[in-house]
């Protein structure tokens, strides 16, 4: 049974998960309209948004807290509801326009996964007949944790390291081990260990309106009125206000992320916000 919603849609404001058909929702997941939705079985995660024009099928399709699935990205493809079908993809699963993931044999994505506007993942490719030896393969995915594809497509069986980033326009064909810059057609790595690397300049570039930065303790801290921002750390401590909100959000969008979230106007981490 196929859910479209015809209306813009909150679909749980509440600060309990509710079940629908054999996909359980988190608290505070926005699905607006025009959205397909298809699960048979899976979670989605507090507080992620799936766009107008998605679609999301599939057997089995869990999302992590805080995911984003943009306009007219596509989770499922052709037999996305085999039953070793699924996508499981923890906190902060990202998905740009046009996107999109095939799930037939599987799809494993660590926390900080981007899968850029119009970038391909595919568990399958098979279009000719098999028996006069046309191509063939089926095989699931795997990426690590902090991984950017950018307009890239990745073919089956493909393993991903975590903290790597793959250039626009790639194709990813072959393992690729974790820390590295790799890009090209086909696919191979550009530079060894190059992530992480540690910069303390990099906030204060950012030119954040209404911020001042200083170091505590060796870590670099970020303060928006009595709002601390432990940008080592990824912790928050103060009250949340539409500014320190601000800030929030802008250091996101720089991919700085923090496992915190506003609740009646003060900061607490997503373990005890809701205990």
Same mark, same amino acid.
């Given at each position: 049974?196929?859910?479209?919603?015809?209306?813009? =849609?909150?679909?749980?404001?509440?600060?309990?998960?509710?079940? #629908?058909?054999?996909?359980?929702?988190?608290?505070?997941?926005?699905?607006?309209?025009?959205?397909?939705?298809?699960?048979?079985?899976?979670?989605?995660?507090?507080?992620?948004?799936?766009?107008?024009?998605?679609?999301?099928?599939? &057997?089995?399709?869990?999302?992590?807290? !805080?995911?984003?699935?943009?306009? #007219? =990205?596509?989770?499922? /493809?052709?037999? +996305?509801?085999?039953?070793? @079908?699924?996508?499981?993809?923890?906190?902060?699963?990202?998905?740009?326009?046009?996107?999109?993931? &095939?799930?037939?044999? /599987? %799809?494993? +994505?660590? !926390?900080?996964?981007?899968?850029?506007?119009?970038?391909?993942?595919?568990?399958?490719?098979?279009?000719?007949?098999?028996?006069?030896?046309?191509?063939?393969?089926?095989?699931?995915?795997?990426?690590?944790?902090?991984?950017?594809?950018?307009?890239?497509?990745?073919?089956?069986?493909?393993?991903?390291?975590?903290? %790597?980033?793959?250039?626009?326009?790639?194709?990813?064909?072959?393992?690729?081990?974790?820390?590295?810059?790799?890009?090209?057609?086909?696919?191979?790595?550009?530079?060894?260990? =190059? #992530?992480?690397? $540690?910069?303390?300049? =990099?906030? @204060?570039?950012?030119?954040?309106?209404?911020?001042?930065?200083?170091?505590?303790?060796?870590?670099?801290?970020?303060? +928006?009125?009595?709002?601390?921002?432990?940008?080592?750390?990824?912790?928050?401590? /103060?009250?949340?206000?539409?500014?320190?909100?601000?800030?929030? &959000?802008?250091?996101?969008? &720089?991919?700085?992320?923090?496992?915190?979230?506003?609740? !009646?106007?003060?900061?607490?981490?997503? $373990?005890? @916000?809701?205990?």
């Amino acid at each position: 049974m196929s859910l479209f919603f015809d209306h813009d =849609a909150l679909i749980n404001e509440n600060d309990n998960d509710f079940q #629908y058909l054999g996909c359980r929702f988190g608290r505070h997941v926005l699905i607006e309209k025009g959205v397909t939705f298809d699960v048979v079985g899976g979670f989605i995660g507090d507080r992620t948004i799936i766009r107008s024009g998605a679609r999301v099928e599939g &057997n089995s399709v869990v999302l992590g807290t !805080e995911s984003y699935i943009d306009h #007219y =990205a596509r989770i499922g /493809g052709g037999s +996305c509801k085999d039953k070793g @079908a699924f996508l499981n993809a923890r906190d902060w699963f990202h998905m740009g326009e046009f996107s999109q993931v &095939n799930i037939a044999r /599987g %799809v494993e +994505c660590g !926390e900080e996964v981007g899968v850029g506007v119009g970038s391909r993942i595919f568990t399958h490719g098979a279009y000719l007949p098999c028996d006069q030896g046309f191509p063939v393969q089926w095989a699931g995915v795997k990426i690590g944790h902090r991984v950017w594809l950018p307009h890239a497509w990745v073919n089956p069986g493909t393993q991903i390291g975590d903290n %790597v980033v793959v250039a626009a326009m790639s194709l990813v064909n072959c393992n690729l081990p974790s820390g590295c810059l790799a890009g090209g057609i086909p696919v191979k790595v550009l530079k060894e260990n =190059a #992530y992480p690397v $540690e910069d303390h300049d =990099a906030v @204060a570039r950012l030119g954040i309106k209404g911020i001042s930065i200083k170091e505590v303790n060796r870590s670099e801290v970020v303060i +928006c009125g009595d709002t601390y921002f432990d940008i080592k750390g990824r912790t928050i401590e /103060g009250p949340a206000t539409e500014e320190s909100e601000r800030v929030k &959000n802008q250091l996101r969008r &720089n991919g700085i992320r923090f496992k915190f979230t506003a609740i !009646e106007g003060e900061y607490r981490s997503w $373990e005890e @916000a809701y205990s």
